[in-house]
């Protein structure tokens, strides 16, 4: 099972030029689709078509050109149909050039360019992205094809699936789906999300007429701001003759609770509203449940009540995690900062910042500008080594926002210093020894630069043994892309990259005590042919290419130990070695005592239980696995849900589902699970909105399954019991998501494009019946088969009209969610 990496992000640069001459707009038309899915023995495929129109007057003539474009894996490279050729160039850049006998194409005229996927292509991430075209003569200059259309499938032919693979999922099953919660009325929603420990409600209200006085002790500047900020908000005037309500803000200690996390809330008519909190920390996760309580902002509000109660609570995990891969495309700083914000308003508390990756380095590093001059710049070039190739549909130009940009030193402190202030730990990740291409690319720019220059350190930070004739493919498709572990020259960098960090860490005021140095999908065959690593081997009398990747990683613990850290990583660092494409994990024992933290996203078949196996051995586990918390994967098969889907599908109710905790955890193994992390590997992601509809409100599901106890349905031993409880449980959920949460995200925000379902759908006694996922969102209709919009009819009971019914859910800000269709006869 392939784990197929990829990613998004933005930022201006002003640093870079590109010439105007050097991506200009080529008078073409180009559309993609799929042509049929074929289910054929041994191994199934897909057959799919680029359209090209010369357009303007201008032809295509019969050689001299190139269509690039990328697309993430499976296209099957030679001969085409037409005189036409498909070749490979790097990684997941491909290009389509005339062969022999080629006639050229005709101003006017469309060529067809028919090809294989070598297996079945299910969801849209396969699709050509970013095409441009290059002429043999002028080899530097890229021409845009910018009217591109991507064609999604509608026919049988192109929608065949193997029997219970893939299915498409319809209205009629989405209603069916939505049945297994029920409807609450707003007095039945759990008062605080995501779900306490303990909540005693009282009998009585507090009327608030104006913004509370806020009364707070030493160590909470920044909560003191955020507590008057917040009912700023939602009394912004007040009645100046009411006497206000006092909040009492305190670091104390919380009965019973020993995470520095906890909080006790408490309203009262007599004493007003007290949050104390084991730390400040504690304090700031009191105020986000008390933010919950209030109700949602109405203009102009003047007064409202809030009910008595008290809450006692403490996160489940201490450890509460959302990797966001920033690496292959790029996000800009007010980007990761609105992630923060949302992690802090659900009370998730570890940012894992995948910086780099084979498509892009990030964060500036002193000393070593090429990291960011080479690794954060994309676009084309005829020479190598100038820049990195366009990855993902960035296409040709350097300053597509998306495929180019960094963090600079200062961009970087800022981000530590608003994170620590909503008490959000920044895990940085620096992958190695694999995923390193923007590495090892960038420090070869700078060996030959210096070597030039005469510069006897030119090979100081050199991350490739130019005489390795090692024979690998990484699952992305790259073949030079592994930090040579034979080379000082490669600890040398690590550690010079480490240190940097750390530096900026210790500006920022904000410990690094651990950073996440990747480790996953070293590809078979890489060293095993570098003279460099042989030559280590025999020094080291190491045995085997297992033997040297033990090595490789205990250089790297002993560089993080010596900058005051431990070590953090994907499950291959603490798993042995194979020689085994896909072989199951084995724990590696070497590490175990080493204080490595594993973050464990593998467990597809054979590889179930290797988290608790490995926990069970002495290895510290975060929890990611690619079937529960993947949000790069699709919700499901349809083709129109962006994502992609090497791991399965992803439904909200697929996170909400997840139980961290197994039977096979000893008592010491049960102790090792640190808690549990959403990844999104953006590698479908080329906007924000984009990132918001993967992430959104799936990591809500997180947040709950992070911080609420182990829920009753997980403990029943009755299955009758069980699933009761569950239905209770999941309709509360969905409820308050639908009715508050979401809701309060449109009006005190309006930023966050979450994904709104699409509604289910079904005919019953001759009337169509529709219901939602998340209750509470507005349901609209048309009866003309047409989507509808905020000026439709509002869904307010069964739908007796004839013909085609499209449905869809809005938001509170007017915005559709995708729209269902049934017909009526």
């Given at each position: 099972?392939?784990?197929?990496?990829?990613?998004?992000?933005?930022?201006?640069?002003?640093?870079?030029?590109?010439?105007?001459?050097?991506?200009?707009?080529?008078?073409?038309?180009?559309?993609?689709?799929?042509?049929?899915?074929?289910?054929?023995?041994?191994?199934?495929?897909?057959?799919?078509?680029?359209?090209?129109?010369?357009?303007?007057?201008?032809?295509?003539?019969?050689?001299?050109?190139?269509?690039?474009?990328?697309?993430?894996?499976?296209?099957?490279?030679?001969?085409?149909?037409?005189?036409?050729?498909?070749?490979?160039?790097?990684?997941?850049?491909?290009?389509?050039?005339?062969?022999?006998?080629?006639?050229?194409?005709?101003?006017?005229?469309?060529?067809?360019?028919?090809?294989?996927?070598?297996?079945?292509?299910?969801?849209?991430?396969?699709?050509?992205?970013?095409?441009?075209?290059?002429?043999?003569?002028?080899?530097?200059?890229?021409?845009?094809?910018?009217?591109?259309?991507?064609?999604?499938?509608?026919?049988?032919?192109?929608?065949?699936?193997?029997?219970?693979?893939?299915?498409?999922?319809?209205?009629?099953?989405?209603?069916?789906?939505?049945?297994?919660?029920?409807?609450?009325?707003?007095?039945?929603?759990?008062?605080?999300?995501?779900?306490?420990?303990?909540?005693?409600?009282?009998?009585?209200?507090?009327?608030?007429?104006?913004?509370?006085?806020?009364?707070?002790?030493?160590?909470?500047?920044?909560?003191?701001?955020?507590?008057?900020?917040?009912?700023?908000?939602?009394?912004?005037?007040?009645?100046?003759?009411?006497?206000?309500?006092?909040?009492?803000?305190?670091?104390?200690?919380?009965?019973?609770?020993?995470?520095?996390?906890?909080?006790?809330?408490?309203?009262?008519?007599?004493?007003?509203?007290?949050?104390?909190?084991?730390?400040?920390?504690?304090?700031?996760?009191?105020?986000?449940?008390?933010?919950?309580?209030?109700?949602?902002?109405?203009?102009?509000?003047?007064?409202?009540?809030?009910?008595?109660?008290?809450?006692?609570?403490?996160?489940?995990?201490?450890?509460?995690?959302?990797?966001?891969?920033?690496?292959?495309?790029?996000?800009?700083?007010?980007?990761?900062?609105?992630?923060?914000?949302?992690?802090?308003?659900?009370?998730?508390?570890?940012?894992?910042?995948?910086?780099?990756?084979?498509?892009?380095?990030?964060?500036?590093?002193?000393?070593?500008?090429?990291?960011?001059?080479?690794?954060?710049?994309?676009?084309?070039?005829?020479?190598?080594?100038?820049?990195?190739?366009?990855?993902?549909?960035?296409?040709?130009?350097?300053?597509?926002?998306?495929?180019?940009?960094?963090?600079?030193?200062?961009?970087?402190?800022?981000?530590?210093?608003?994170?620590?202030?909503?008490?959000?730990?920044?895990?940085?990740?620096?992958?190695?020894?694999?995923?390193?291409?923007?590495?090892?690319?960038?420090?070869?720019?700078?060996?030959?630069?210096?070597?030039?220059?005469?510069?006897?350190?030119?090979?100081?930070?050199?991350?490739?043994?130019?005489?390795?004739?090692?024979?690998?493919?990484?699952?992305?498709?790259?073949?030079?892309?592994?930090?040579?572990?034979?080379?000082?020259?490669?600890?040398?960098?690590?550690?010079?990259?480490?240190?940097?960090?750390?530096?900026?860490?210790?500006?920022?005021?904000?410990?690094?005590?651990?950073?996440?140095?990747?480790?996953?999908?070293?590809?078979?065959?890489?060293?095993?042919?570098?003279?460099?690593?042989?030559?280590?081997?025999?020094?080291?009398?190491?045995?085997?290419?297992?033997?040297?990747?033990?090595?490789?990683?205990?250089?790297?613990?002993?560089?993080?130990?010596?900058?005051?850290?431990?070590?953090?990583?994907?499950?291959?660092?603490?798993?042995?070695?194979?020689?085994?494409?896909?072989?199951?994990?084995?724990?590696?024992?070497?590490?175990?005592?080493?204080?490595?933290?594993?973050?464990?996203?593998?467990?597809?078949?054979?590889?179930?239980?290797?988290?608790?196996?490995?926990?069970?051995?002495?290895?510290?586990?975060?929890?990611?696995?690619?079937?529960?918390?993947?949000?790069?994967?699709?919700?499901?098969?349809?083709?129109?849900?962006?994502?992609?889907?090497?791991?399965?599908?992803?439904?909200?109710?697929?996170?909400?589902?997840?139980?961290?905790?197994?039977?096979?955890?000893?008592?010491?193994?049960?102790?090792?699970?640190?808690?549990?992390?959403?990844?999104?590997?953006s590698e479908t992601v080329r906007t924000t909105s984009q990132l918001d509809y993967l992430m959104m409100p799936r990591l809500l599901a997180v947040?709950?399954?992070?911080?609420?106890?182990?829920?009753?349905?997980?403990?029943?031993?009755?299955?009758?019991?069980?699933?009761?409880?569950?239905?209770?449980?999941?309709?509360?959920?969905?409820?308050?998501?639908?009715?508050?949460?979401?809701?309060?995200?449109?009006?005190?925000?309006?930023?966050?494009?979450?994904?709104?379902?699409?509604?289910?759908?079904?005919?019953?006694?001759?009337?169509?019946?529709?219901?939602?996922?998340?209750?509470?969102?507005?349901?609209?209709?048309?009866?003309?088969?047409?989507?509808?919009?905020?000026?439709?009819?509002?869904?307010?009971?069964?739908?007796?009209?004839?013909?085609?019914?499209?449905?869809?859910?809005?938001?509170?800000?007017?915005?559709?969610?995708?729209?269902?269709?049934?017909?009526?006869?």
């Open positions: 099972m392939m784990r197929y990496h990829l990613a998004a992000c933005v930022l201006a640069l002003s640093t870079l030029t590109f010439p105007v001459h050097a991506a200009q707009r080529e008078p073409l038309k180009m559309r993609w689709e799929v042509l049929r899915n074929e289910l054929t023995q041994p191994r199934s495929r897909t057959k799919a078509r680029i359209s090209i129109t010369a357009l303007k007057g201008k032809a295509l003539p019969a050689q001299g050109w190139s269509l690039y474009f990328n697309t993430a894996y499976g296209i099957v490279t030679g001969p085409l149909d037409g005189q036409l050729t498909m070749e490979k160039v790097s990684g997941g850049l491909y290009r389509v050039r005339p062969a022999a006998g080629f006639k050229g194409l005709n101003a006017g005229r469309t060529l067809h360019v028919d090809y294989y996927f070598s297996g079945l292509l299910i969801k849209m991430e396969r699709a050509p992205a970013g095409p441009y075209l290059v002429y043999d003569a002028e080899p530097d200059v890229a021409h845009v094809i910018g009217d591109y259309q991507m064609l999604l499938p509608t026919r049988s032919a192109q929608l065949q699936r193997p029997a219970g693979e893939h299915e498409l999922v319809t209205p009629q099953q989405t209603y069916r789906n939505n049945a297994g919660a029920d409807v609450l009325p707003a007095a039945a929603l759990p008062l605080v999300f995501p779900t306490p420990l303990a909540l005693k409600p009282g009998a009585g209200r507090v009327h608030l007429a104006r913004a509370p006085q806020v009364i707070s002790g030493p160590g909470l500047k920044y909560e003191t701001a955020l507590a008057r900020a917040l009912f700023a908000r939602y009394l912004p005037q007040g009645d100046a003759s009411r006497t206000p309500v006092p909040l009492r803000l305190r670091i104390g200690v919380v009965d019973g609770q020993r995470s520095p996390e906890a909080y006790e809330l408490s309203i009262s008519a007599d004493d007003g509203i007290s949050i104390t909190g084991n730390s400040a920390a504690g304090v700031a996760r009191g105020l986000q449940s008390l933010h919950d309580l209030l109700p949602l902002p109405t203009p102009g509000a003047a007064q409202f009540d809030l009910p008595e109660l008290s809450v006692t609570d403490a996160p489940r995990f201490a450890y509460r995690g959302f990797q966001l891969d920033v690496a292959r495309n790029f996000q800009p700083k007010e980007v990761v900062m609105k992630t923060l914000d949302l992690m802090a308003t659900y009370k998730l508390n570890k940012l894992h910042f995948h910086l780099t990756d084979d498509e892009g380095w990030r964060l500036e590093i002193g000393g070593l500008p090429e990291l960011t001059s080479i690794g954060a710049v994309r676009g084309h070039s005829a020479l190598e080594g100038v820049r990195l190739p366009p990855a993902y549909g960035s296409g040709p130009r350097i300053d597509d926002p998306h495929g180019s940009g960094y963090y600079t030193r200062a961009d970087y402190i800022e981000i530590l210093r608003y994170a620590a202030a909503r008490h959000i730990e920044v895990i940085p990740e620096v992958e190695m020894p694999g995923h390193a291409r923007a590495a090892v690319k960038s420090m070869e720019a700078r060996y030959r630069r210096m070597t030039a220059a005469g510069d006897k350190d030119a090979a100081q930070f050199l991350l490739t043994d130019f005489d390795d004739r090692s024979v690998y493919r990484s699952p992305q498709q790259y073949n030079d892309h592994v930090i040579n572990a034979g080379l000082e020259s490669s600890y040398a960098f690590i550690d010079h990259v480490v240190g940097q960090i750390a530096a900026m860490h210790r500006e920022a005021g904000v410990p690094l005590t651990t950073m996440h140095v990747g480790g996953d999908e070293l590809p078979l065959g890489a060293w095993e042919r570098s003279p460099a690593s042989q030559a280590l081997m025999r020094r080291e009398q190491l045995a085997s290419i297992a033997d040297l990747w033990d090595y490789f990683h205990d250089r790297v613990d002993g560089i993080l130990r010596k900058h005051g850290m431990t070590a953090s990583g994907w499950e291959e660092l603490g798993a042995r070695r194979t020689a085994k494409e896909d072989a199951p994990l084995s724990v590696n024992p070497r590490f175990a005592q080493r204080g490595f933290s594993l973050y464990v996203w593998n467990n597809t078949p054979g590889n179930e239980d290797f988290a608790y196996r490995a926990a069970n051995a002495g290895y510290d586990i975060v929890l990611a696995p690619v079937t529960n918390m993947y949000l790069d994967m699709a919700t499901n098969a349809n083709p129109e849900e962006p994502g992609v889907n090497w791991g399965g599908y992803v439904e909200l109710e697929t996170v909400y589902n997840f139980q961290p905790m197994s039977a096979q955890l000893t008592e010491a193994g049960r102790k090792r699970i640190r808690g549990v992390e959403a990844t999104l590997f947040a709950e399954r992070a911080w609420a106890p182990d829920p009753d349905w997980a403990q029943a031993g009755d299955a009758l019991q069980a699933a009761a409880l569950r239905r209770a449980a999941w309709s509360g959920f969905v409820n308050v998501l639908g009715q508050r949460v979401l809701p309060r995200l449109d009006l005190e925000r309006g930023d966050v494009a979450y994904r709104i379902a699409p509604p289910g759908m079904v005919v019953e006694g001759g009337k169509v019946l529709v219901n939602h996922v998340l209750p509470g969102l507005t349901l609209r209709y048309t009866t003309d088969g047409s989507a509808p919009t905020a000026r439709s009819k509002p869904v307010t009971g069964p739908i007796a009209a004839k013909g085609t019914i499209s449905a869809a859910a809005f938001d509170r800000t007017g915005r559709a969610g995708m729209v269902a269709r049934i017909i009526n006869r």
